[in-house]
């Protein structure tokens, strides 16, 4: 896939003298959903928030689509759809006329029908003559996909948007955003609930203190940082793990009736066989046996605390 967007050794340290981002590289490809992970603090509204033209980095660049984002401002900008963290809007507007105005901003012309549309799929058409300030909290964040969605943009930021919406919104907002990416729009989603990013996104980059941990596809970065644990259930009750095994990475339960031996899955040998054999030698015996394998949850929050 083209690389769409390409950040280059970038860093933000705002006026307060805290260091944002640092030195931060990243190649965003053409038609990807991407999911930015990372704690809260970590950097990931400053980095979209540079990216749109927002805030001013401190040092390097940002290339969308071969335009500089600083030179090339109004372009990459009208390029680019945005749903913000905060929530902002016209208080006093109707839904209709905000979203409407946000078109033209980009000047694109007037297009009843594509308003219409985007309106539809959020659900939003029975709010269009309401006024912004007449509706709900999560009806709000809707407005504010629409106005990212408003003048067509061919890449789309959503920043958090699930943060605080009911299980209706975030299923229609991903359908929303599979059928954009259908369409070709390019996706970039923060997110704290990594289920979602589970769920929708294809690759995941986790941000930590202003720095990429890692970038990765999703099924890759399960397969590299997973842990699989075998866990053995024994036919009879152990007071500890024999001296012979002490060579395995293996934990009793608080009962003594189960053996959990944890390996890594990219090791060349898992040592199962070795370990099997010599339980065996040892005189434990079990019933039954399962494997499991970390979550992208426990990745992320193994990596997290790794670079705390
Ligand atoms: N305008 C600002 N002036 C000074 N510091 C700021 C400013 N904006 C953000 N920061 C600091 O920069 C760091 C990164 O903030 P940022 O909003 O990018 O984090 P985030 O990853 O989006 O967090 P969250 O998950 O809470 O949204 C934080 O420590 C924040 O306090
Ligand atoms: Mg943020």
Redesign the pocket.
Known sequence: MNTLISVANLS?T???G?R??KDVSLDIRQGEILALL????????????IICGI?NPTSGSVIVAGHDIIADYRKTRAMIGLVP?ELTTDAFETVWATVSFSRGLFGKKSNPDHIEKILKELSLWDKKDSKIMDLSGGMKRRVLIAKALSHEPEILFL??PTAGVDVELRKDMWNVVRALQKSGVTIIL?T?YIEEAEEIAERVGV?NK?EIVVIEEKAALMNKLGKKQLTLELQQTVQSIPAQLRGYDLELSAGGDQLVYTYDTQAERTGITALLSDLSDAGIKFKDLHTTQSSLEEIFVSLVKEGA
């Open positions: 933000k705002y006026a307060s805290f944002a981002l990372g704690p809260n603090g970590a950097g990931k509204t400053t980095l979209i928030s805030v963290q920043d958090e923060t704290h941000i202003g």
